[in-house]
């Protein structure tokens, strides 16, 4: 998974004028999430909360939590490459000192996606704070 760091979304996002121009930069982003094929995708898995189907897989290496995720709907997969960006490859410590409210608010994201997609990144976002916790 080669993805952007938080930062560097944040400032893609701010180059571009208008929002149609913003979705296709996220939808390109989520292009490089590796899809999981029929294996991984175990119900066990799904993320509950999203109005898409959601996986989200975790391993710790080195006391990093590693984090794959997919989705059946294309802009959520773009909205999962953000919430990886900021989350992936950190070790619990930073999982729960990062302030995922303002990454969001400074992209002005959760303005311009349906209160549902809202709900699911959410929902994202607690469970992988919720693997983390543990891991303390």
């Not at 760091?5 to 400032?11: A, G, L, N, P, T």
């Not at 950190?90 to 997609?117: G, Q, W």
């Amino acid at each position: 998974m080669n993805l952007p760091s938080d930062q560097e979304i944040i400032e893609d996002l701010a180059f571009f004028d208008d929002w149609e121009q913003r979705y296709q930069y996220i939808i390109d982003l989520g292009k490089a999430l590796t899809p999981f094929d029929d294996q991984q995708r175990r119900d066990e898995d799904l993320v509950p909360g999203c109005q898409s189907q959601v996986w989200l897989h975790t391993q710790i290496e080195q006391g990093r939590l590693q984090l794959f995720a997919y989705s059946d709907a294309i802009i959520v997969n773009g909205l999962l490459a953000i919430v990886l960006a900021a989350y992936h490859n950190k070790t619990a410590s930073e999982i729960l000192a990062f302030d995922i409210d303002s990454y969001f608010k400074t992209l002005d994201l959760e303005r311009h996606i349906s209160p549902t997609r809202g709900n699911g990144l959410r929902a994202i976002v607690g469970k992988i704070q919720h693997l983390a916790r543990p891991q303390q």
